[in-house]
């Protein structure tokens, strides 16, 4: 008996554990099933209600209607609206307002049951409202103390009120009924919550595995992007955050050289490293085969999103599978500080990445999206410094064009990836000794997105221009050229 004892009260402690984790993890579960109920309840209360009071005004002696019968109707008047918000309504309620809202809507049907079962029916047994009393724990989720001292206070109401009211006699039999009906309710809270809080943590175990992608313990693509448009939709206006694209470098020569279980070992590899360099609350996936992707709430520096991004790379290249060759990744980077669609940082965030690529791999690549409002169709004027010659450009087409200047190649391909809807011509300056402009170049002819934009580059030497052409610049004109020409190559390139 002893050990029976002991048993059940480690089961007991169990399902308690159990519970209170469905109340830390399934909160918002929570909220939704108990506004579902609570529009259930609306409509099902009113047509049994309705459907009760016309067979009791048929079959019953002395039936009469009174005040006590109609105070649900307007209750159940005021939900119907507030349900209306809550079913089509953007805004969603908070746990607090859940919990306020159900639970006035429950204790005013519980007071007006007092009212039906003490005015209503003279001398009768109590019973519209012990029969709430046992219902409530399976229409509405709370904890348990919260039943009970919910419950308490309103047996108590009615114990005082129907105390004055009624006789000894009645009295007695209605608080002994109610007595029995608080017990049932405990007992059916507790089943229910076991109930409840098994099914609910079991399913959010299977949705947990069936999300993650199995080699690599991230979110799989699908999952990624939903959890991605629930964020930009949700999140507040001026709210900064970044998205990450990871890519590992030269991966079919790892599969090809190595096989592919030293192929997986790397991308489980590069998925422990991901979840333990992030932060908990960074949305991490495996976008593709061998390609991440992070979307970080709240990072609004760049200095730290690039230690994050090469600490990762760092501690990379000290896994080896006894090849000669480290394991590398390229990575893009975009911190946006609100104001722009997830599919527009996302793909700003691809763009850095082709970048990282193109420069030789191994690479990091993080822009920081910079809002600035454009009315005309964008000059890109791509120069080391600001010289006379882009002085007198600025006079020459500063009516017909907002002229946009960068100095150096990363700030020349953030501009061009943000604003290459808006761009009607890139004036790019090819200066080989200081290394600007040339991949630049490559980048927009290779880049499928970009490779329609007209360019003008302007070359500093002989050897410049030969590699101006050689990249495909669509017009190559040298530095010391006149005005008249510059203008003369603007217009041809701007009309075809």
């Avoid at 076991?194 to 979110?219: A, N, Q």
């Avoid at 302007?458 to 510059?486: P, R, T």
Wanted: aromatic fraction near 12%.
């Amino acid at each position: 008996m002893f050990r029976d004892l002991i048993k059940f009260t480690k089961i007991y402690k169990r399902e308690n554990k159990q519970i209170l984790e469905y109340f830390h993890t399934c909160m918002d579960d929570i909220n939704e099933s108990n506004l579902f109920m609570l529009r259930k309840v609306c409509m099902y209360i009113s047509v049994t209600y309705v459907s009760m009071i016309v067979i009791a005004t048929i079959i019953l002696d002395g039936f009469k209607l009174n005040i006590a019968h109609i105070m649900v109707f307007p209750l159940l008047g005021i939900f119907f609206f507030f349900n209306l918000y809550t079913k089509h309504g953007t805004k969603k309620l908070s746990t607090t307002m859940v919990g306020v809202t159900c639970c006035a809507f429950y204790f005013s049907l519980a007071v007006i049951f007092v009212f039906i079962d003490i005015f209503a029916a003279e001398r009768a047994q109590v019973f519209w409202f012990s029969m709430l009393v046992i219902v409530f724990p399976t229409v509405y989720i709370d904890r348990m103390y919260n039943y009970g001292i919910d419950e308490l206070i309103a047996i108590i109401i009615f114990g005082l009120v129907d105390y004055n009211l009624e006789s000894k006699e009645v009295f007695l039999r209605n608080i002994y009924l109610l007595i029995a009906s608080y017990v049932v309710s405990m007992l059916v809270v507790h089943m229910v919550l076991e109930m409840r809080s098994r099914e609910c943590l079991y399913s959010r175990e299977i949705m947990k595995f069936s999300s993650l992608d199995k080699l690599t313990h991230v979110l799989n693509k699908g999952v990624w992007v939903e959890r991605m448009e629930e964020y930009f939709i949700g999140k507040g206006p001026e709210e900064p955050c970044a998205i990450c694209i990871i890519d590992l470098d030269n991966f079919k020569d790892v599969n090809d050289n190595l096989g592919h279980g030293a192929g997986d070992m790397v991308l489980e590899r590069v998925g422990q490293l991901l979840i333990d360099n992030f932060r908990a609350y960074d949305v991490i996936g495996r976008y593709g085969g061998d390609e991440f992707v992070v979307l970080m709430p709240r990072m609004g520096d760049s200095a730290i999103l690039k230690m994050r991004c090469r600490t990762m790379q760092m501690f990379l290249t000290d896994f080896n599978l006894g090849a000669s060759s480290n394991f590398s990744v390229s990575i893009g980077a975009v911190i946006d500080h609100g104001g722009n669609d997830y599919q527009r940082v996302f793909e700003m965030a691809d763009d850095a990445l082709y970048k990282s690529k193109l420069e030789g791999k191994n690479r990091c690549t993080a822009w920081t999206i910079e809002n600035e409002p454009f009315e005309n169709p964008i000059l890109l004027s791509v120069r080391e410094k600001d010289t006379e010659e882009v002085r007198r450009l600025y006079a020459a087409e500063g009516n017909r064009f907002d002229i946009v200047a960068a100095f150096n190649n990363d700030d020349a391909l953030r501009m061009i990836s943000q604003y290459h809807r808006q761009i009607k011509i890139i004036i790019l300056e090819i200066n080989v000794e200081h290394n600007l402009g040339e991949i630049v170049l490559k980048y927009i002819k290779t880049r499928q997105g970009f490779a329609k934009l007209p360019v003008l580059a302007v070359a500093m030497d002989q050897e410049a221009s030969f590699l101006a052409h050689d990249l495909g610049a669509d017009e190559v004109i040298m530095k010391d050229s006149s005005d008249e020409e510059y203008k003369r190559i603007i217009n041809q390139l701007i009309r075809v």
